[in-house]
């Protein structure tokens, strides 16, 4: 089934966020380990720059 709307699609996200922890917390159990660690963090990526954003930017500062 294909969610359309806003309330289906939060109820999948949902539905979607329950199944994810309760695998996570069973590999979890299983291991022994936290699945979630700082060694396995990844920074947020930098949104690219365009070229007419780096136009506004210069003619702002003039």
Known sequence: ?????LA?????AKSG????ARARQ???SQTGMSV???????????PKVTK????LQTSKKK
């Open 1 to 5: 089934m294909e969610a359309t709307g």
């Open 8 to 12: 289906e699609n939060k109820a999948a």
């Open 17 to 20: 966020g329950r199944i994810s």
């Open 26 to 28: 069973q590999l979890e």
């Open 36 to 46: 979630v660690t700082g060694a396995n963090y990844l920074p947020p990526v930098a």
């Open 52 to 55: 007419t954003v780096k136009a």
